[in-house]
């Protein structure tokens, strides 16, 4: 098992910044890839980046590209989102999520291929 748990989110006005991390225990030797994700009210949830361990590669979203940067610890067990930029429709609930096994480049969005989420931490980007 995988636990993991956000902090760093809260309210902050359009073009601000804001910056997301991930502390993870348990059993983390084992975990392939980690990532971050999104959820607005009303909408699905949604790959915002990600990163393998193996091959460091790492993935975002369209919509976060040249804005938003992932990186981790050289421990593996600190994730973190430099949000830089930040527009009202970043607005939603970010989850941090880990996967203890290989994932193709093109499913590392995918937030059902991920098997350990934390409980979140809300981002709020005012006008």
């Known amino acids: 098992q995988v636990q993991l748990v956000e902090s760093g989110g809260g309210s902050v006005q359009a073009g601000g910044a804001l910056r997301l991390s991930c502390a993870a225990s348990?059993?983390?030797?084992?975990?392939?890839?980690m990532g971050w994700f999104r959820q607005a009210p009303g909408k699905e949830r949604e790959g915002v980046a990600a990163?393998?361990?193996?091959?460091?590669?790492?993935v975002y979203a369209d919509s976060v590209k040249g804005r938003f940067t992932i990186s981790q610890d050289k421990t593996k067990t600190t994730l973190n989102l430099q949000m830089n930029s930040l527009k009202v429709e970043d607005t939603a609930m970010y989850y941090c999520a880990a996967v203890d096994y290989a994932l193709l480049t093109a499913t590392m969005l995918t937030p059902g291929k991920y098997n350990y989420w934390g409980q979140g931490t809300q981002v709020t980007v005012a006008s």
């Open positions: 990163i393998a361990h193996g091959s460091s590669t790492i």
């Open positions: 348990g059993h983390t030797r084992g975990t392939q890839s």
